[in-house]
Protein backbone atom coordinates (compact mmCIF):
# COMPACT_ATOMS: atom_id res chain seq x y z
CA UNK A 1 0.00 0.00 0.00
CA UNK A 2 2.88 2.42 0.63
CA UNK A 3 3.68 1.98 -2.74
CA UNK A 4 0.59 2.89 -4.32
CA UNK A 5 0.31 6.13 -1.94
CA UNK A 6 3.90 7.02 -3.15
CA UNK A 7 2.98 6.34 -7.24
CA UNK A 8 -0.38 8.50 -6.42
CA UNK A 9 1.38 11.82 -6.65
CA UNK A 10 3.27 10.72 -9.58
CA UNK A 11 0.01 9.13 -11.55
CA UNK A 12 -1.92 12.69 -10.84
CA UNK A 13 0.67 15.34 -11.23
CA UNK A 14 0.90 17.17 -14.26
CA UNK A 15 3.71 19.53 -15.17
CA UNK A 16 2.72 23.07 -14.69
CA UNK A 17 3.96 23.82 -17.96
CA UNK A 18 1.12 21.19 -19.52
CA UNK A 19 -1.15 23.80 -18.27
CA UNK A 20 0.16 26.83 -20.42
CA UNK A 21 -0.52 27.15 -23.95
CA UNK A 22 1.89 27.24 -26.55
CA UNK A 23 3.38 30.41 -27.70
CA UNK A 24 1.43 32.30 -30.40
CA UNK A 25 3.72 32.30 -33.43
CA UNK A 26 5.08 36.23 -33.87
CA UNK A 27 5.17 36.38 -37.58
CA UNK A 28 2.63 37.89 -39.70
CA UNK A 29 0.15 36.72 -42.35
CA UNK A 30 0.36 37.34 -45.78
CA UNK A 31 -2.98 38.79 -45.89
CA UNK A 32 -1.95 41.16 -42.54
CA UNK A 33 1.32 42.31 -45.13
CA UNK A 34 -0.89 43.07 -48.10
CA UNK A 35 -3.08 44.85 -45.94
CA UNK A 36 -0.16 47.10 -44.40
CA UNK A 37 1.43 47.61 -48.00
CA UNK A 38 -1.69 49.05 -49.02
CA UNK A 39 -2.48 51.56 -45.91
CA UNK A 40 1.05 52.82 -46.77
CA UNK A 41 0.70 52.83 -50.25
CA UNK A 42 -2.50 55.32 -49.29
CA UNK A 43 -0.94 58.02 -46.79
CA UNK A 44 1.95 57.93 -49.05
CA UNK A 45 -0.01 59.05 -52.48
CA UNK A 46 -1.67 61.48 -50.13
CA UNK A 47 1.11 63.30 -49.10
CA UNK A 48 2.50 63.45 -52.10
CA UNK A 49 -0.38 64.61 -54.06
CA UNK A 50 -0.79 67.46 -51.51
CA UNK A 51 3.10 68.26 -51.50
CA UNK A 52 2.30 67.70 -55.49
CA UNK A 53 -0.12 70.05 -55.56
CA UNK A 54 1.76 72.41 -53.39
CA UNK A 55 5.02 73.34 -55.41
CA UNK A 56 2.01 73.53 -58.50
CA UNK A 57 0.30 76.49 -56.89
CA UNK A 58 4.16 77.86 -56.00
CA UNK A 59 5.20 77.32 -59.53
CA UNK A 60 1.97 79.33 -60.96
CA UNK A 61 1.91 81.89 -58.83
CA UNK A 62 5.56 82.59 -59.77
CA UNK A 63 5.02 82.68 -63.24
CA UNK A 64 1.95 84.92 -63.46
CA UNK A 65 4.14 87.23 -61.36
CA UNK A 66 6.73 87.31 -63.43
CA UNK A 67 4.18 87.96 -66.41
CA UNK A 68 2.43 90.45 -64.61
CA UNK A 69 5.63 91.85 -63.79
CA UNK A 70 7.08 92.07 -67.30
CA UNK A 71 3.55 93.82 -68.77
CA UNK A 72 3.91 96.39 -65.96
CA UNK A 73 6.89 96.99 -67.45
CA UNK A 74 6.12 97.12 -70.43
CA UNK A 75 3.34 99.54 -70.81
CA UNK A 76 4.80 101.60 -68.67
CA UNK A 77 7.97 102.02 -71.03
CA UNK A 78 5.59 103.02 -73.85
CA UNK A 79 3.19 104.97 -71.51
CA UNK A 80 5.61 107.26 -70.20
CA UNK A 81 7.64 107.44 -74.06
CA UNK A 82 4.22 108.06 -75.75
CA UNK A 83 3.38 111.21 -72.54
CA UNK A 84 6.63 112.60 -74.07
CA UNK A 85 5.44 112.11 -77.62
CA UNK A 86 7.67 115.52 -79.77
CA UNK A 87 5.26 116.81 -83.13
CA UNK A 88 6.90 120.38 -83.04
CA UNK A 89 9.13 120.10 -85.92
CA UNK A 90 9.70 124.12 -86.17
CA UNK A 91 10.49 123.91 -82.37
CA UNK A 92 13.25 120.91 -82.91
CA UNK A 93 14.74 122.74 -85.77
CA UNK A 94 16.12 126.03 -83.54
CA UNK A 95 16.98 123.68 -80.84
CA UNK A 96 18.77 121.19 -82.32
CA UNK A 97 20.74 123.63 -84.56
CA UNK A 98 21.52 123.73 -88.41
CA UNK A 99 23.86 120.93 -88.09
CA UNK A 100 21.36 118.03 -86.17
CA UNK A 101 20.06 115.46 -88.62
CA UNK A 102 16.16 115.27 -88.23
CA UNK A 103 14.14 112.69 -87.90
CA UNK A 104 11.70 112.31 -90.97
CA UNK A 105 8.78 110.12 -89.22
CA UNK A 106 7.16 111.87 -85.96
CA UNK A 107 4.49 109.47 -85.82
CA UNK A 108 3.81 106.74 -87.42
CA UNK A 109 1.56 103.83 -86.50
CA UNK A 110 1.52 100.57 -88.95
CA UNK A 111 -0.97 97.75 -88.45
CA UNK A 112 1.12 94.39 -88.65
CA UNK A 113 0.17 90.88 -88.38
CA UNK A 114 2.73 87.78 -87.74
CA UNK A 115 0.61 84.33 -88.08
CA UNK A 116 -2.69 85.93 -87.86
CA UNK A 117 -1.75 87.67 -84.64
CA UNK A 118 -1.48 91.27 -84.13
CA UNK A 119 2.16 92.24 -84.12
CA UNK A 120 1.84 96.06 -84.98
CA UNK A 121 5.13 98.95 -84.98
CA UNK A 122 5.22 101.98 -83.71
CA UNK A 123 7.84 104.70 -84.34
CA UNK A 124 7.52 108.69 -83.13
CA UNK A 125 10.00 111.30 -81.44
CA UNK A 126 9.53 111.82 -77.92
CA UNK A 127 11.30 114.16 -75.36
CA UNK A 128 11.76 110.65 -73.12
CA UNK A 129 15.50 110.34 -74.11
CA UNK A 130 18.71 112.03 -71.46
CA UNK A 131 21.53 113.04 -74.30
CA UNK A 132 24.96 112.79 -72.72
CA UNK A 133 26.41 114.35 -75.55
CA UNK A 134 28.52 117.58 -74.70
CA UNK A 135 27.77 120.80 -75.49
CA UNK A 136 24.14 119.38 -75.69
CA UNK A 137 20.77 120.10 -73.38
CA UNK A 138 20.31 117.57 -71.03
CA UNK A 139 16.88 115.99 -73.07
CA UNK A 140 16.85 116.05 -76.49
CA UNK A 141 13.84 114.59 -78.52
CA UNK A 142 14.98 111.35 -79.87
CA UNK A 143 13.24 108.73 -82.10
CA UNK A 144 11.39 105.59 -80.81
CA UNK A 145 10.93 102.67 -82.64
CA UNK A 146 8.74 99.67 -81.06
CA UNK A 147 8.56 96.59 -83.05
CA UNK A 148 8.42 92.60 -82.80
CA UNK A 149 9.87 89.50 -83.73
CA UNK A 150 8.92 85.86 -84.13
CA UNK A 151 10.69 83.33 -82.00
CA UNK A 152 10.10 80.37 -84.26
CA UNK A 153 11.31 77.54 -80.95
CA UNK A 154 8.50 79.56 -78.82
CA UNK A 155 6.28 80.56 -81.51
CA UNK A 156 5.67 83.51 -79.39
CA UNK A 157 6.47 87.39 -80.46
CA UNK A 158 9.49 89.30 -78.53
CA UNK A 159 9.08 92.81 -78.11
CA UNK A 160 11.92 95.41 -78.90
CA UNK A 161 12.53 99.19 -77.90
CA UNK A 162 14.71 101.44 -80.27
CA UNK A 163 16.07 104.83 -78.62
CA UNK A 164 17.75 107.21 -81.08
CA UNK A 165 18.88 110.49 -80.77
CA UNK A 166 17.42 113.04 -83.17
CA UNK A 167 21.21 113.68 -84.04
CA UNK A 168 22.13 110.38 -85.23
CA UNK A 169 20.65 108.48 -87.89
CA UNK A 170 17.71 106.35 -87.72
CA UNK A 171 18.58 102.76 -87.60
CA UNK A 172 16.21 100.35 -90.45
CA UNK A 173 13.13 99.15 -89.63
CA UNK A 174 13.04 96.41 -87.24
CA UNK A 175 16.88 96.74 -86.29
CA UNK A 176 18.86 98.21 -83.44
CA UNK A 177 16.72 97.99 -80.63
CA UNK A 178 16.71 96.31 -77.13
CA UNK A 179 14.74 93.16 -75.92
CA UNK A 180 12.27 95.03 -73.26
CA UNK A 181 9.84 91.47 -73.27
CA UNK A 182 9.29 88.04 -75.07
CA UNK A 183 6.48 85.76 -75.22
CA UNK A 184 3.69 87.62 -76.67
CA UNK A 185 0.88 86.58 -78.24
CA UNK A 186 0.02 90.03 -79.55
CA UNK A 187 0.70 93.71 -79.80
CA UNK A 188 -1.67 95.58 -80.62
CA UNK A 189 -1.98 99.82 -80.55
CA UNK A 190 -5.58 101.68 -81.25
CA UNK A 191 -5.18 105.27 -82.33
CA UNK A 192 -8.18 107.58 -81.93
CA UNK A 193 -8.65 111.11 -83.67
CA UNK A 194 -10.45 114.44 -81.59
CA UNK A 195 -13.56 113.01 -82.97
CA UNK A 196 -13.16 109.61 -80.81
CA UNK A 197 -12.72 107.34 -83.91
CA UNK A 198 -10.48 104.43 -83.78
CA UNK A 199 -7.93 103.59 -86.33
CA UNK A 200 -5.36 100.72 -87.22
CA UNK A 201 -2.75 103.07 -88.62
CA UNK A 202 -1.84 106.79 -87.95
CA UNK A 203 0.95 108.70 -89.70
CA UNK A 204 2.29 112.25 -89.63
CA UNK A 205 6.01 112.94 -90.60
CA UNK A 206 7.97 116.46 -90.55
CA UNK A 207 7.66 116.65 -94.42
CA UNK A 208 3.63 116.65 -94.07
CA UNK A 209 2.85 117.40 -90.98
CA UNK A 210 -0.44 118.66 -91.20
CA UNK A 211 -2.11 115.63 -89.85
CA UNK A 212 -2.29 115.63 -86.41
CA UNK A 213 -1.16 113.31 -83.57
CA UNK A 214 -3.90 110.85 -82.31
CA UNK A 215 -5.24 112.66 -79.11
CA UNK A 216 -5.26 109.00 -77.41
CA UNK A 217 -3.29 105.42 -77.81
CA UNK A 218 -4.83 102.00 -76.93
CA UNK A 219 -1.87 99.56 -75.80
CA UNK A 220 -3.34 95.96 -75.78
CA UNK A 221 -0.56 93.46 -75.14
CA UNK A 222 -1.43 89.81 -74.61
CA UNK A 223 1.27 86.88 -72.76
CA UNK A 224 0.62 83.13 -73.54
CA UNK A 225 -0.74 81.74 -70.55
CA UNK A 226 1.07 78.27 -69.15
CA UNK A 227 -2.16 76.89 -67.01
CA UNK A 228 -4.77 77.86 -70.23
CA UNK A 229 -3.29 78.21 -73.57
CA UNK A 230 -6.84 78.84 -74.45
CA UNK A 231 -7.05 82.22 -72.48
CA UNK A 232 -4.13 83.85 -72.86
CA UNK A 233 -3.18 86.85 -70.87
CA UNK A 234 -4.32 90.45 -71.36
CA UNK A 235 -3.37 94.04 -70.31
CA UNK A 236 -4.82 97.15 -71.98
CA UNK A 237 -3.89 100.71 -70.86
CA UNK A 238 -4.41 103.85 -72.96
CA UNK A 239 -2.14 106.86 -72.88
CA UNK A 240 -3.52 110.78 -72.98
CA UNK A 241 -1.07 112.54 -75.93
CA UNK A 242 0.14 115.98 -75.14
CA UNK A 243 -1.77 118.72 -77.63
CA UNK A 244 0.50 119.77 -80.11
CA UNK A 245 2.65 123.32 -79.26
Known amino acids: ?15 YASHVRPAANGGFTLLEILLAIFMLTLVVSAVFGAFRGTFKVVNDTEAREEIYAAARVTLERISEDLASV ?3 VSAMEKSTG ?12 EDHEIND ?6 RFLSWAHVSFEAGRSEEGPAEINY ?3 YQEETGLLALYRSDTPDYLESPDSGQGGLLLCE ?8 YY ?4 NAHKEWAASERNNEAPLPTRVE ?6 NSLDPEKPLQFVTGVALPPLS
Open 1 to 15: MSACLLNFPMRNFKP
Open 86 to 88: YAD
Open 98 to 109: SNATLQQVVFLG
Open 117 to 122: SSADNL
Open 147 to 149: YTE
Open 183 to 190: GLKWLDFI
Open 193 to 196: DENG
Open 219 to 224: ISIGFE
